[in-house]
């Protein structure tokens, strides 16, 4: 009797490895196997007919009219028409980007939005800081930098302080100042506001040589490098997707959109010799700090002219803003 127990126990451990061995191979067998060879087994019809039903692409809607600043986008032209729709359809279905920009418009637009009505600038030139930098401090590989993209030179040259320790290209007041002062010189040299957001991607010399060589004064009808003809589409693209985003599928909630900590102001006229120190010296920390002043470029501020700069620090609670009430 023993020996036949052994023997059978002998059977089943056999067969469990055999079983396990053919396991194996069939694995092997299933995931070699060419990546449609399920299309290929069953009912095409049935197949597409489920696809049809349930994946659904909609092209976006072109408005019947649309202007940028007050100034009419003609749309009766193929070109315009079918340049603005391009960028329509590269936005719209950039998912990600788009619902990151509608959750921060709230909070930058209502810094950025009285300052333009201030400078005079049309509302619309918002949408021209989207397409630049999507609303956050960036660097280009031209080396253009900030929310509005100066160049270190233009910058200085419309009141920025750029420095190793102080750069105010990342300082969202300043640097929208700034490129209210620009825009408004553009909209001198060209008098439109279209050619103006044109010329702020390809330089106002450039432009002027383009018209003086094209013999055409409207964006519209210029022949320009890729990257600025497709420009002030993206900007106008940006406008109707950002006015209207659910009609465009982006259901984003009030609630959703990205709280604007509260925050007290410290003004300071001397040198800082630790950004570090400060930080804790007004209850926070120095990476806190420096999202609240990204224009500070250092861990100190050696202030040896004695400007006066204010500092933000968070409010007592203000940096928790989604705490649950």
């Known amino acids: 009797m023993k020996t036949k127990t052994v023997k059978?126990?002998?059977?089943?451990?056999?067969?469990?490895?055999?079983?396990?061995?053919?396991?194996?191979?069939?694995?092997?067998?299933?995931?070699?196997?060419?990546?449609?060879?399920?299309?290929?087994?069953?009912?095409?019809?049935?197949?597409?007919?489920?696809?049809?039903?349930?994946?659904?692409?909609?092209?976006?809607?072109?408005?019947?009219?649309?202007?940028?600043?007050?100034?009419?986008?003609p749309l009766e032209y193929y070109d315009v028409y079918e340049s603005l729709d391009y960028e329509m359809l590269k936005i719209m279905f950039w998912h990600s980007e788009m619902i990151l920009y509608i959750k921060r418009q709230k909070e930058i637009f209502g810094i950025v939005e009285p300052i333009l009505k201030q400078y005079g600038i049309p509302d619309d030139f918002k949408y021209l800081m989207v397409a630049e930098s999507g609303m956050v401090n960036v660097v280009s590989p031209a080396k253009a930098e900030g929310y509005w993209q100066f160049l270190k030179e233009t910058a200085k040259e419309y009141g920025l302080e750029v420095t190793d320790e102080v750069d105010e290209r990342y300082h969202l007041e300043k640097s929208t100042i700034a490129a209210c002062k620009y825009l408004s010189d553009s909209y001198k040299a060209f008098g439109s506001w279209t050619m103006a957001a044109a010329s702020y991607?390809?330089?106002?010399?450039?432009?002027?040589?383009?018209?003086?060589?094209?013999?055409?004064?409207?964006?519209?009808?210029?022949?320009?490098?890729?990257?600025?003809?497709?420009?002030?589409?993206?900007?106008?693209?940006?406008?109707?997707?950002?006015?209207?985003?659910?009609?465009?599928?982006?259901?984003?909630?009030?609630?959703?959109?990205?709280?604007?900590?509260?925050?007290n102001v410290v003004e300071v006229k001397s040198e800082i010799p630790s950004l570090i120190d400060f930080a804790i010296q007004y209850g926070t920390n120095y990476k806190v700090l420096k999202l609240l002043n990204p224009w500070l470029r250092a861990e100190k501020l050696t202030n040896s002219a004695a400007k006066t700069y204010y500092i933000l620090v968070p409010a007592k609670d203000g940096r928790s803003v989604y705490k649950k009430p």
């Open 201 to 263: 991607n390809v330089g106002r010399s450039i432009m002027k040589t383009q018209i003086e060589q094209q013999k055409m004064t409207s964006f519209y009808d210029l022949r320009l490098n890729p990257e600025t003809a497709r420009y002030l589409y993206r900007i106008v693209a940006y406008k109707i997707i950002m006015t209207n985003p659910r009609d465009y599928g982006f259901n984003i909630r009030e609630k959703d959109s990205y709280k604007v900590p509260l925050t």
């Open 8 to 73: 059978m126990l002998s059977i089943t451990g056999l067969m469990t490895i055999i079983t396990a061995v053919l396991f194996i191979i069939f694995k092997l067998f299933v995931f070699s196997l060419p990546p449609d060879y399920e299309n290929k087994t069953e009912n095409d019809d049935d197949y597409y007919k489920n696809m049809y039903n349930n994946y659904i692409i909609y092209t976006p809607r072109i408005p019947d009219s649309i202007d940028f600043a007050g100034e009419k986008v």
